[in-house]
């Protein structure tokens, strides 16, 4: 503690023989321990406690006082007012130091320490005053490290509820309000869920919901994109390895799941795994060990709850020979089935509305007016990539700064015009503007992103995109990440 802070002292104590006592005992530290109040009844140290609890860092009582709450209930009703006060007991009870059965009660009921007020022959300071001193200091230390920790996750859950806020399931419809049960019922379990659905569904959304609605919600949440690590390094990303383990290994590195301990790993596009790498997450899953690259002692232990997506049925995995059907059953414990935008209309206009608003802000522009026949095409239309689609499309129509989205121009920005359809497709790349040329490398920029974007709409995951524009996995997201997409 520095220098001028002073531990603040509440004494519960009806003798004043006793409170005379304490303040003798104390007086050599008065510079750093000073008694605020003196109460000499329970019931008048709670209210004081209520109206001020900020006032008090430690707490020491007599356990025995005349009248109103005494004894443990008033030990709990101290810790209930603030749980990071810390009370001493001092009492006449103590003298039997043997009598454990005594001093487990009081201990369990919250208080810090105990001591005997004195022997008979012991006037004027408190019996063994050095080892009351100390637990005066090691009470005030507690308590600050107490406070710090509930500060801390104090914080930590507001950045949880801003997450969720942040992340919200939206929808109207009956599919998405059974989503939302399902979620507070599996957020109560460790259990494994496999989230399938097509791809912009939101399949990682629910994960993020799952975990953040958990016990596991203020450890860390690790996301694995299946699809996106190199078979070769597939192993060592996950797993981690020991250092000498391989040419280049200069350190011990912790895999994924080391990273996810204590917390939830969700493993997106599972059936990208390979077959070497399907076994070894199917070791982890029974036995909760990972076995490290390298490591000749015994496996580590990790506790990690696993959340799986995929957009492909794994049964016809299994049957191709690509996915381990023990490993399927693993992950199977509890299905959750993200339906697409075209079984559920009634959520279109939701998202719509939604993501006009919050991208409105974020483009620091008024949020244009759709006009009601508008809603209609949007709601015939099929939504082949889903909510991820919607948000893009919401983009393309700020970005042509429009104050009224007409029918038409949907119609356009979605390419359903027949007439028009050669000049007005979404992934053309026009030049209007004679007086305002762009260089060459901001069109192969342009060129770029419509180019990649139609290729991921038009694929089935990122693997599969990847590997119609042949390249390796991690180009492909470093590629896409240069370009402003989602990866």
Not at 145 to 172: A, F, Q
Not at 200 to 206: A, F, I, N
Not at 287 to 311: F, H, P, Q, S, Y
Request: glycine share 4%; charged share 30%; hydrophobic share 40%.
């Amino acid at each position: 503690m520095s220098t001028d802070e002073r531990i603040q002292i509440l004494l519960i104590e009806d003798e004043e023989f006793d409170v005379r006592r304490v303040r003798n005992t104390l007086r050599p530290f008065d510079h750093q321990i000073e008694i605020r109040d003196v109460v000499s009844n329970g019931d008048s140290a709670i209210e004081l406690l209520e109206q001020h609890h900020e006032h008090y860092d430690v707490v020491i009582m007599d356990l025995q006082i005349a009248g109103g709450t005494m004894g443990e209930a008033l030990i709990r009703a101290i810790k209930r007012i603030e749980p990071s006060r810390q009370i001493i007991v001092i009492t006449k009870m103590t003298v039997n130091i043997t009598d454990f059965d005594f001093a487990n009660r009081i201990l369990q009921a919250g208080a810090f320490w105990y001591c005997t007020k004195y022997p008979s022959d012991i006037e004027d300071y408190i019996y063994q005053p050095t080892d009351f001193i100390l637990s005066i200091f090691n009470a005030y230390q507690r308590k600050r490290l107490e406070s710090e920790k509930s500060r801390s996750e104090k914080k930590l859950l507001r950045n949880v509820e801003g997450m969720l806020s942040r992340t919200k399931i939206l929808g109207v419809s009956e599919q998405i309000q059974k989503i939302r049960a399902q979620i507070k019922q599996l957020a109560m379990t460790d259990a494994t869920v496999l989230i399938s659905g097509p791809s912009g569904t939101g399949k990682e959304l629910v994960a993020i919901n799952i975990h953040y609605e958990s016990k596991r919600k203020l450890e860390n949440f690790v996301t694995i994109n299946c699809g996106s690590i190199p078979d070769e390094l597939i192993e060592s990303e996950l797993f981690g390895y020991e250092k000498g383990a391989f040419t280049g290994a200069n350190a011990n590195k912790r895999g994924l799941f080391e990273q996810a301990n204590h917390g939830t790993i969700f493993l997106d596009e599972v059936a990208e795994l390979p077959l070497v790498a399907q076994v070894k997450l199917l070791r982890v899953i029974q036995d909760g060990e990972i076995e490290k690259i390298g490591r000749t002692r015994e496996k580590v232990k990790v506790d990690v709850r696993i959340l799986a997506a995929t957009n492909k049925v794994l049964q016809q995995e299994i049957a191709a020979g690509r996915f381990r059907e023990d490993l399927f059953y693993r992950l199977h414990v509890v299905p959750l089935y993200a339906p697409p935008l075209k079984e559920r209309p009634e959520d279109i206009l939701v998202l719509w509305e939604h993501f006009m608003r919050q991208m409105s802000i974020d483009m620091i522009r008024p949020t244009p007016t759709t006009e009601e026949t508008a809603f209609d095409v949007l709601k015939r239309y099929d939504w082949p990539g889903n909510v991820r689609e919607i948000k893009n499309v919401v983009q393309r129509l700020l970005l042509r700064e429009e104050n009224i989205i007409t029918p038409e121009i949907i119609k356009e920005v979605l390419s359903l015009h027949p007439t028009s359809h050669q000049y007005t497709d979404s992934n053309a790349v026009f030049f209007q503007d004679s007086e305002n040329v762009p260089s060459l490398r901001e069109m192969e920029g342009i060129f770029r992103k419509k180019y990649f974007t139609f290729v991921r709409k038009h694929s089935s995951s990122d693997a599969e995109a990847a590997r119609k524009l042949g390249l390796a996995p991690p180009n492909f997201h470093r590629m896409c990440k240069e370009l402003g997409l989602k990866s």
